[in-house]
């Protein structure tokens, strides 16, 4: 736990929470407001003990589950309760607002796990295409979608992504992760090669700024705005125009699909899951393993195109 962050009203942990679920994962309104609804009653239950975000241990997390067992909520109000309380503290976590998870090891009532919902490899390329077709920013938006497709970075790392790290035709991109984490992901050609023509555009702009008395952005994706560069929501809003001129419905595109879609892809074509997690930026191996769904049709098709005993003409040759 950090100073700052325990410095921090409880009520902005959760906001800035439900306002990245709503820009990375396309959280709709209803969960947004249930997000909100539950996370109220445990901050209040936390106020009530003296007690804050910042440095409430598991203890607290299951004296807080078992109250709420004791008032009669049945386990379908339960489970949602618990899983809006993991998915803050993976987002502190992340974050760097706290040094630890005190909800990674709580057993709670549970419900059946979802399959992560992804983009077909057709639909990624259709992004990209549409991407490349766009009336104004082409390079830009192009470099934007071939570097989250090859990366499988968060929106929030590839936004704000510095321009130093990109310069030099790497093969390699040094990722800034949440937290302060860094790793190092390797970069396709179409990656490199989208990325080498963004920056000098970028550079030509820039140039043109300079000349003007304006200062030179440190962020490979620069923006006027506050922040200085490129937003999520701004990326968020990008990919669904995006999504539109590729004839995909729009709420099926969001960046944690494609981040999604890059381990999906890579999984089903031959990639061990411990480098999907390294390259994820994934702390424990049990968040990268939800991928291995894509196997199961993966291996039932080398089966049945490679093993002998597959062939149905073996059982007419030996009849």
């Known amino acids: 736990m950090t100073d700052a962050a325990a410095a921090r009203p409880m ?12 820009a990375e994962r396309d959280a709709a309104t ?18 009530a003990r003296g007690l804050h975000l910042a440095g409430a241990a598991q203890a607290d997390l299951e004296g807080y589950l078992i109250r709420c067992e004791a008032e009669g909520l049945s386990r379908a109000t339960r489970a949602p309760r618990l899983s809006a309380i993991r998915q803050l503290y993976r987002f502190a976590f992340e974050e760097g607002w706290r040094t630890d998870n005190p ?21 990624v390329e259709r992004l990209i295409a549409a991407a490349r077709a766009t009336p104004r920013d082409a390079l830009r938006n192009t470099c934007l979608m071939e570097l989250l497709y090859a990366t499988g970075m968060r929106v929030s790392e590839l936004v704000g992504l510095p321009v130093a790290a990109a310069r030099g035709d790497p093969r390699m ?24 023509d963004w920056l000098a555009e970028r550079d030509r702009l820039d ?28 990326f968020f809003l990008l990919l669904k125009d995006l999504a539109a001129a590729a004839g995909i419905a ?7 699909r494609l981040r999604h879609a890059f381990a999906t892809h890579l999984l089903a074509g031959g990639a061990d899951l411990r480098s999907i997690q390294t390259m994820l930026g994934h702390a424990d191996l049990a968040t990268t393993e939800i991928y291995t ?9 080398l089966v049945l195109m490679h093993h002998p005993l597959a062939n149905d003409g073996r059982g007419e040759q030996e009849g």
Do not use: C, M
């Open 293 to 301: 769904h894509v196997l199961d049709d993966h291996l039932r098709d």
């Open 250 to 256: 729009p709420e099926k595109v969001t960046p944690h």
């Open 11 to 22: 009520a902005h942990w959760v906001s800035a929470f439900i306002e990245a679920a709503a």
């Open 207 to 234: 140039e043109a700024a300079r000349k003007e008395g304006k200062p030179a952005s440190r962020y490979l994706f620069p923006s006027r705005g506050k922040a200085g560069h490129l937003t999520r929501t701004g």
């Open 30 to 47: 209803n969960t947004q407001l249930a997000y909100a609804r539950d996370l109220a009653d445990f901050t209040a239950w936390l106020a």
């Open 173 to 196: 991109l040094l990722i800034r992760g949440k937290g302060g984490k860094e790793r190092l992901v390797p970069l396709s050609p179409p990656a490199r090669a989208a990325l080498a």
């Open 103 to 123: 909800s990674i090891r709580i057993a709670g009532p549970g419900r059946a796990a979802r399959l992560p919902e992804t983009l077909s490899q057709d639909e």
